[in-house]
């Protein structure tokens, strides 16, 4: 695992490296409806909207695991009160079959 980081990691570094190099030009960033203006590098606004992007997915992804665990957890509790049913639906059958029809007494 540790290997893989490296390997996908570094490049990535590089690259924004490279960008952050490329683009040292200075931006003013309208922060609109607001009324403030924010003067930074373009590499900061776009590096920044990455990592805010990023942030903001793994934050969703982790809280729709949850959810996914708890549906997982619904649908085997489920499975085993659907086999509780079928189990005791069998049983009042079998008893059912066990017990003298009222019409043979006469």
Known sequence: MRLLTWILGLPVAVVAIAFAVAN????DLDLWPLP???HLSLYLAV???LVAGLLLGL???WASSGNR???RA?????RALDQEL???RSRQQAAAKALPSPDSSN
Do not use: C, F, H, S
């Open 59 to 61: 934050l969703l992804g």
């Open 74 to 78: 619904r649908e085997a509790k489920a």
């Open 24 to 27: 040292r030009g200075d931006i």
């Open 36 to 38: 403030y203006t924010v």
């Open 47 to 49: 590096l920044g909207a």
């Open 86 to 88: 079928t189990e005791l």
């Open 69 to 71: 665990a708890a549906a």
